[in-house]
């Protein structure tokens, strides 16, 4: 795959949704569409330069894109990193997005989440962020930080960078 990471943007159908969020989270740019309708999906893909990722092999075929085979999100996730970059498995060198909006997260100053996330997360956490379409508040997940911890010692580099860990 030619085009840079950072550049890629991806249509998630209903059969990758999960992923699709994680992919937001992590800072791809990641359109969602809950359904595998054949010509929905045709017609969106026309209209945008995004690449088609989704576990029917039917939609590949006809639309071009990356198929996904495995079950779970977070091998589902490492599936299409490996596919985009076999050798060199990165994360994008972009801002995290929300989960629900797409959007890109912003930064949240510690005292503006009180009331808004669970006590432990306050007293954990020192960094937020916010998504500022519908205001969810966010924060690095361990999740997240196991996938990172995946790709660094997958990776040739360590990514060192901090924007991107939510
Ligand atoms: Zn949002």
């Known amino acids: 795959m030619s085009k840079q990471q ?32 054949q010509q929905a999906i045709k017609e969106l893909l026309k209209h945008t330069n995004r690449t088609l990722v989704t576990k029917s092999k039917e939609l590949v075929k006809a639309c071009g894109g990356i198929l996904i085979t495995k079950n779970r999100t977070s091998e589902q996730l490492e599936e299409l990193l490996m596919i985009l970059n076999n050798t060199n498995p990165q994360l994008p060198n972009t801002p995290a997005r929300c989960a629900y909006c797409n959007e890109v997260l912003v930064d949240c100053p510690k005292e503006e989440v009180i009331g808004k996330v669970p006590i432990y997360v306050f ?43 939510w």
Do not use: A, M
């Not at 969810?136 to 930080?145: A, E, L, M, N, S």
């Open 6 to 37: 950072d550049e890629l943007k991806f249509l998630c159908d209903l059969t990758v949704v999960k992923l699709g969020k994680k992919l937001r989270i992590l800072g791809f740019d990641t359109e969602i569409i809950k359904t595998v309708n």
């Open 123 to 165: 007293e954990t956490i020192e960094h937020f962020k916010r998504c500022p379409k519908c205001g969810k508040i966010y924060w690095r997940g361990t999740h997240v930080v196991r996938h990172l911890e995946f790709f660094s010692s997958q990776g040739k580099e360590t990514d060192t960078r901090g924007d991107n860990k």
